[in-house]
Structures are given as C-alpha cells and as structure tokens.
C-alpha cells in the first residue's frame, strides 16, 4: 500500500527501483526526450528564426518536435523567443501555468535572457524573473543551429534526468547558458551518456 502511495505522490520517483523498473524509467525519460512539443511563443524577431528552425532546411521534425501546439495544455518547451514587455510577461506566466507537467522552458536571445539592448521600463530584464529558465540560447538572434543547439542540450538534460532532480530539489530550471557552458563547443549527440 505504501508503494501505491509513493506512485501516486511522486509518479515515477516513488517507484522504489529494481532492475525492470529502472529500465523503465530510462525508457519513459528516453521518450520524453525525445517527444518535446514546442509552445508557440514567438515575440519578436527571434521567431522569425525560430520559424526557419522548423522550416524544411533545419526540420526539427528529425528531434520529434515539429508540431508547434497553439495550446499549452499539449505542449511540452515553452521557447520564449524575444523581448518580453512587462504587458506580456503575465499572459507568458499563464500559458506557463497551464502547460503540463513535465515542462521545460528555452530562453531564445539576448533579449528574452537579459532584456538585451532594451534596459528600459518596459522590458523585462530576463524571463528567469517570471519562469524557471533550462536553457539560455545566446545571440541576437541566435541562429537556427543555436536553436537547435539548445534543443539537443535540453533533450540529453531531460533524457539524463538532470533537470527532474534539480526541479524537485530547488524549483529552478536547470539554467544552463550555452554561452558560457564547457560544454558549449562540443556537439551534443543524443543518446550518448
Ligand atoms: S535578441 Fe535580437 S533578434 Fe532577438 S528579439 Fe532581441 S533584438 Fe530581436
């Protein structure tokens, strides 16, 4: 009974793991990785890269996440694409909030990451202030390969469980800026541990 109690609070975290329910755990963190639905959430001039990113050049249909969901309830990544004014950022918060749970959340620019060229009253200086940011995407705008970049980065956190851990022990995204990540220059290949 106590087993059932700890699945129905903690879902898969509760499940106290042997070696089948271990590699299904690996099995459903290995499809969340791999079947991340994007939020549309373009807001400047970033989502004209964003677009190009899903166009048929870049096809991010070969990551599992062509489809860009009008609704939050059946998205997975929120990718916050441009500045966001203070006018907005409440309704960004509220497609937030209505996403499912797991979510996972791209900060795309200069702009949505730190307010950009924009330090004035109605800009806000950096989307971490009103969502727990993953991954910060860098450039002005950053390029499609950057887009992806910061894709292929969430994708092994998500499949590695990195983020999961860190969300139950601080509720902050996993913050990894690729700007100034070791990791930065080195292509992240899925799959590979
Ligand atoms: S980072 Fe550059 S391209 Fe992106 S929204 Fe800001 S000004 Fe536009």
């Known amino acids: 009974m ?76 929120m990718i916050v694409a441009g500045r966001v004014s203070q006018k907005m950022a409440p309704v960004l918060r509220q ?18 990451s730190s307010g950009g060229m924009f330090n004035n009253y109605a800009i806000v200086q950096g989307v971490d202030q009103i969502v727990p940011v993953d991954v910060y995407a860098p450039g002005c705008p950053p390029t499609p390969e ?12 998500i499949e590695d469980g990195e983020i999961m851990r860190r969300r139950s022990s601080s509720g902050a995204g996993a913050a990894i800026d690729l700007s100034v990540s070791p990791t930065a220059t080195v292509p992240v290949v899925i799959g590979q541990k």
């Not at 996403?99 to 791209?106: A, Y």
């Open 95 to 112: 497609v937030y909030d209505q996403m499912m749970e797991p979510k996972w959340v791209i900060s795309m620019g200069v702009c949505a």
């Open 2 to 77: 106590n087993a059932v109690r700890s699945v129905l609070d903690d879902g898969l975290a509760g499940v106290n793991h042997n070696f089948v329910t271990a590699r299904v755990e690996d099995l459903v963190k290995w499809a969340r990785s791999r079947s991340s639905w994007c939020a549309s959430f373009g807001l400047a001039c970033c989502a004209i890269e964003m677009m190009g990113t899903g166009a048929a050049h870049y096809d991010l249909a070969r990551f599992g996440m062509e489809v860009f969901r009008a609704s939050p309830r059946q998205a997975d990544i």
């Open 146 to 157: 950057t887009l992806i970049h910061a894709i292929e980065t969430l994708h092994q956190s």
